[in-house]
């Protein structure tokens, strides 16, 4: 009988911290949300450079690429221009820039600019981790706050997210962001195959990038291929 008794009390006790438990998780994310719209209404351009690890489940292999990246806010919408100096460790430039909805590959060593109509929609995963707001994350996306995890001595609050309107793309992408600046310092994408892609991004500088760094330097002759 006390065994019985014992077992419903735990039972109560567990009932009752469950509850307290997700009141204070969500107080969490409510609070980095809130700093994030703080940071995002600062927000001008940031900077920082990278290194992108796409693993391929199916032959167990790793694909890295490194080099910088910038984003900037003009208006409402969102500018963003990578340039890819390393693939897999070997010199590879390539350029990629995001603008006015279209993707642009420019490849120098083939003297090729490949374009893309990318589309509005395109901008939710370019502010995930550059600038975007805590509002604009919670429309967009079902967040599961994971806590907090220190990266490169910076407190950051890690996020799983799993988009509002189902993508044939990936399954869910996890985040961990520094809201006080609304800035990813990593992320990492999850495929249904099994297949992923981790980012980290470091040496991150704000407000400084110019509005001439959002524009692909073409050498003369440049085939340009439009799909």
Do not use: C
């Not at 609050?157 to 609304?182: C, E, G, M, N």
């Amino acid at each position: 009988m006390k065994r019985i008794t014992g077992l419903r009390t735990w039972v109560a006790a567990a009932m009752l911290v469950a509850p307290l438990a997700l009141t204070a998780q969500n107080a969490d994310l409510q609070k980095v949300l809130g700093d994030m719209d703080s940071a995002s209404a600062r927000f001008q351009s940031a900077s920082a450079d990278f290194a992108w690890d796409q693993y391929t489940a199916v032959v167990q292999s790793h694909d890295t690429q490194k080099g910088n990246i910038a984003f900037r806010r003009v208006g409402k919408t969102t500018e963003m221009i990578a340039n890819v100096k390393t693939d897999e460790g070997q010199p590879s430039p390539k350029d990629v820039l995001y603008k006015g909805g279209e993707l642009d590959f420019y490849e120098p060593n083939l003297k090729r600019e490949t374009i893309l109509n990318a589309g509005t929609n395109y901008e939710k995963y370019l502010t995930l981790g550059f600038g975007g707001s805590g509002k604009d994350l919670s429309a967009n996306w079902d967040i599961d706050y994971q806590g907090k995890e220190t990266i490169d001595g910076v407190e950051t609050a890690k996020l799983d997210l799993k988009p509002k309107q189902p993508s044939d793309q990936f399954s869910h992408i996890t985040v961990w962001i520094d809201p006080k600046r609304s800035i990813s310092l990593k992320q990492q994408i999850f495929q249904a195959s099994g297949d992923s892609r981790t980012a980290m991004y470091t040496n991150v500088k704000l407000n400084s990038v110019p509005e001439s760094a959002f524009t692909l330097q073409l050498a003369p002759g440049t085939q340009k291929v439009r799909k």
